[in-house]
């Protein structure tokens, strides 16, 4: 079956038109895709994909010679998959190469947030999505644990062979039509224990039938009395919400099965390489799964080339054929990308930026983003702005949504019966009242000023940070004493907007 469970290719045999290539040539082009993106994974599908990896590394991982990976690398830099690393002959992800992550999850990446963001909030527990690129299954999204003692999923982890998600992913071969009710689908949950670890998994689908991914929940052994049977609901939960937003896109419609795969549209981009053709063509797979006759006329690249390409592209692992549509599409395994490199450029490059801002407006300076449901701080900058007084460190501290000078912007992005559903019961109704009427703030004016519920006379300016799938994933903040802003609040707003924006840009 096709997604992260098998490698499964479609193959055509298209005859040789006059002036193409020779078979020779051809053999050395889709063996430089296959290598190239085998490269782009190497250092894509790690937990910190924005740290630096030698070319050596990269080379002894494909079997070439270190030369022959520098210059495949350097190709790649010029291309903006990879980017130079700091150190000479490093290299790191590239903003083409998370760009094209983003774009490929946009479609689920809320469906995604909430269906594991809602289980992990039921269970307690760390909630995770898995999915395959190539030989390999990785962690592609997580939300974790509020336990201090918990069981971790970082982004662009490996999955072991024989762990519950693993054997989730070679048994999806159950049809659609046999998982109708929540009875039928528990068939397909899956646990191992793994020392102190228990996992439960169960796999996504899609429409037709195909493997997507596999959804998981983790805990420690000694809360698995209650939590075995809360993770196994949590599971079933999540896979249909993502499930059947999967069917709601295909209800909107599909790319139509290619009568002759071989006669396509003329070639445009008879001149550009290889690899320069191949991202053209994941860029347009990456916006919406295609055959290969609707590539071929929204690349310009002659319908034989693509079949070649596409070909490559399956071998080297980023894409997958959806035969029951006629379609090829990217693996959710690339989905991975952009979210393991959020964090890591927010917290390192992102500083700068913070730093400049709260200097230039003479405030506080920080950046939060969503753990769980609730507001976290991963950039402060304190400096020394009002005269002496000091700012409490917020760095590497969570704090409740309600009550968050952030928490209407993190949460932005939520439905209110999604949201209520989150925060249940906690909050006064008055309390989720006042935070979704600043959420529809924030929403209409991209920037919210509040003055502090709990601190008497400190302002805050707050404005949402999006990442390369355009999610909001933080919320850059400005914040002062109200005094010390006077009548140039909206200067402080449109500062806060400014730096939002450069760090939404540095996310891709």
Not at 157 to 186: F, Q
Not at 292 to 311: C, K, P, S
Request: one cysteine or more; hydrophobic letters at 40%.
């Amino acid at each position: 079956m096709p997604g992260c469970y098998s490698a499964r290719h479609v193959q055509f045999v298209v005859p040789r038109i006059a002036g193409s290539p020779s078979a020779e040539e051809v053999d050395a082009m889709t063996a430089r895709v296959e290598a190239g993106l085998r490269a782009v994974r190497i250092v894509a599908e790690r937990t910190d994909p924005t740290a630096p990896i030698g070319s050596g590394a990269i080379a002894r991982s494909l079997g070439v010679s270190p030369s022959s990976a520098s210059r495949l690398c350097a190709e790649l830099v010029g291309l903006r998959l990879l980017e130079e690393g700091g150190a000479y002959g490093s290299f790191r992800l590239g903003p083409a190469a998370v760009r094209l992550s983003g774009r490929s999850a946009a479609p689920v990446a809320h469906a995604v947030r909430y269906a594991l963001t809602i289980a992990a909030q039921y269970t307690g527990e760390t909630a995770c999505l898995a999915a395959r690129s190539g030989e390999h299954m990785h962690i592609v999204a997580t939300v974790g644990s509020e336990w201090t003692l918990h069981a971790p999923a970082d982004l662009g982890e490996r999955i072991t062979e024989g762990s519950a998600i693993a054997r989730a992913g070679r048994t999806a071969d159950v049809s659609r039509g046999e998982t109708t009710d929540a009875s039928d689908s528990t068939g397909r949950i899956v646990e191992s224990t793994a020392g102190k670890c228990i996992e439960v998994a169960t796999a996504v689908l899609g429409p037709d039938g195909e493997g997507i991914a596999v959804v998981a929940i983790r805990l420690p052994v000694n809360r698995s009395r209650g939590g075995v049977p809360r993770a196994r609901r949590a599971v079933e939960a999540a896979r249909r919400r993502i499930e059947a937003v999967l069917a709601d896109a295909s209800a909107a419609g599909g790319p139509a099965a290619d009568p002759d795969p071989g006669s396509g549209t003329s070639d445009s981009a008879e001149r550009t390489t290889a690899l320069e053709a191949t991202v053209r063509v994941l860029q347009h797979l990456a916006a919406t799964p295609d055959s290969v006759t609707g590539v071929a006329r929204g690349t310009g690249i002659r319908a034989d080339r693509v079949v070649r390409l596409l070909d490559s592209c399956a071998r080297a692992g980023v894409v997958e054929s959806w035969a029951g549509r006629g379609a090829w599409a990217l693996t959710w395994g690339v989905h991975g990308w952009h979210r393991a490199a959020t964090g890591p450029t927010l917290t390192t490059r992102g500083r700068q930026y913070v730093a400049r801002a709260a200097a230039d407006t003479g405030t506080y300076g920080f950046i939060t983003i969503l753990r769980g449901i609730r507001s976290f701080t991963v950039v402060e900058e304190l400096g020394d702005p009002d005269g002496g007084l000091v700012m409490m460190p917020w760095l590497g501290r969570p704090h409740p949504i309600i009550g968050s000078d952030g928490g209407p912007t993190l949460v932005m992005d939520f439905a209110p019966d999604d949201l209520a559903r989150l925060l249940g019961k906690r909050h006064a109704r008055h309390e989720f009242d006042a935070l979704l009427s600043r959420m529809e703030t924030v929403a209409r004016d991209g920037v919210i000023s509040i003055e502090s519920i709990e601190e008497a006379g400190l302002l805050s300016v707050s404005a949402p940070i999006r990442d390369a799938s355009g999610l909001v994933v933080g919320a850059a903040c400005l914040t002062c004493g109200a005094d010390a802003v006077g009548p140039d609040r909206r200067g402080l707003e449109e500062a806060t907007l400014r730096l939002a924006a450069d760090l939404s840009r540095l996310l891709g």
